[in-house]
């Protein structure tokens, strides 16, 4: 029995230290593998491409941890998702080590929805969340807003009001501009036809819009699309409609 006991000690033990020279072996293998380089993966930006894989390896050189020959134990997954962050058009990051010696980043942009330029002079971006962006010169395409906005607005009403006119593939080529006057009354400017639409607060404003596309379906292509100079739906179940002089 004891001999039989003394056997099976021999063979766990044998079988420890087999696992624990295996375990050693692929400690140092690792140690001695390097970055081969970065598989990098953005999403949210396919429509402006704010940002690319040449931005990305930029700001990590900029910073001195681009991982590419670097030694996998020594690159820190978390301090390059924190370094990325901080780039004002960088969303989210997810960053890791994958099979084949590589490092993989999953990054979103922030999606900027419309431009203010406000009585003020401030000019600055609102993106997809409300946040204000002040990265300057983005060469992207989008509606443009003017009067009297500030920060609190632009991330409130005006964004409800771009948000609603995003959905919409019509009121997207439909809007050029955006205006707000003084009374916090929203305007806007449209590409086609020679007339101001006012949809006054952000209330309601799918509902209002819904309003505007009827009359301009049943309204505006009988009588003309110049023959008015403003069409108002600010008032609930209404369009008014002033001609001109």
Known sequence: MLKKILSILSVVVLAGY????????????????????????????????LIDEEMVLAVLQEHSIDPVGMPLEEIEPEKIEATLLMHPLVGKVQCYKTGGDMLRINLSSKVPLVRVINNRGQDFYVDSRGEILTQRSLAVQLPVATGYIDRQFAAGELLEVVRVIDRSEFWKAQVEQINVTKDGQIELVPRVGDHLLIIGTADNVEDKLDRLMNFYEKGLDNVGWNKYRSISVAYENQVVCKKRK
Not at 20 to 45: F, K, N, P, Q
């Open 18 to 49: 087999l696992v624990y020279s295996v375990l050693a072996m692929t400690d140092r293998h690792e140690d001695s593998r390097l970055c081969r380089g970065v598989d990098l993966h953005i999403t949210d930006s396919l429509h402006f491409d």
